[in-house]
C-alpha cells in the first residue's frame, strides 16, 4: 500500500515542470478613447458673389417711322390716275442738224402739253406733263420688218390738279417703240411729298370711233397719246 501511496501523486500539488507550462497572463489595454479632433478653423464669413456689367443691349428702336421711300410699317394710301398724254412736239431737237436723223442717238423729244380725260378726252384743267425724253437706241427697219426698236430714256415732272390743289409727280426710266416702258416715280410736292410708286406709258392712238388702238411705230414720232397709268403711293 505505500509503494501504492507513494506512486499517487497528489492532484494539487503542482510540479515544477507544471508551473514552466502555465501560460503567462495577457496584459491589459487601457480602455479605448475617442481621439477628438482639434477645434474647427473659424469660419468664413459669406463672400458676396462677383457682379459683371450687364451685356450693352442695342440702342431703341427709332421711334418715329421713316416717311415715304416704301420702308418700314409706314402707312401708306395708294392713288391710282389715269390720264392721257400726249406726245413729243416736234420738231425734235437733233444731234446733228446738217445732216437731220431723227434715230441718230441723242436726239431729244420735248413733251409741254396738258393731260386729257382718257373716257371724254376733255383737258384736265390745270394737269400739264413737261419732260424730256432722249434717243439712247435707234429705230433698224429692213423689207418692212423691223430689227431692232427704237427706244430712249424719259424723264417727266407730272402737275396734277384734283379740283381744289395741284400736286406734281416726278418719275423716270426707258421706253421702246410699240411696247412702252413703266417709269419709277421718285418723288413729289405738296400732298404727294415722298410719294413713290410707278407710270406705265402705252402709245396709243384714237379711231374714228373714239376708240384707242396700241401704235406700233416709234414711240416718239408716231402715236399722238400715251396711256398713262400711275400707280402712287403717298404717306398718310
Known sequence: NNNNNNNV???RKKS???KSKRPHPRPTRPPHRTPTRPPSQPTRPP???PTFPPHPQPPPSNPFPPSGGGGGDVCQRPVTIQVLQFSAIPPAVLVFPSDPNVQDMGTRYIYNSDLRDPNSLDELMGSRCNGICTRTQPRLESGGS???????HCSFTYTIHDGTSAFTLEASGTVFDSVGGTLA????TNDAIGAFGQVELSPV???SDGSFEPEDGDFFLDPLFYFAEFLVFVPC
Open 9 to 11: 501523486q497528489n492532484p
Open 16 to 18: 515544477k515542470s507544471d
Open 47 to 49: 463672400q458676396p458673389k
Open 146 to 152: 423691223v430689227l431692232q426698236r427704237g427706244g430712249g
Open 185 to 188: 416715280i421718285t418723288g413729289g
Open 205 to 207: 392712238n384714237l379711231n
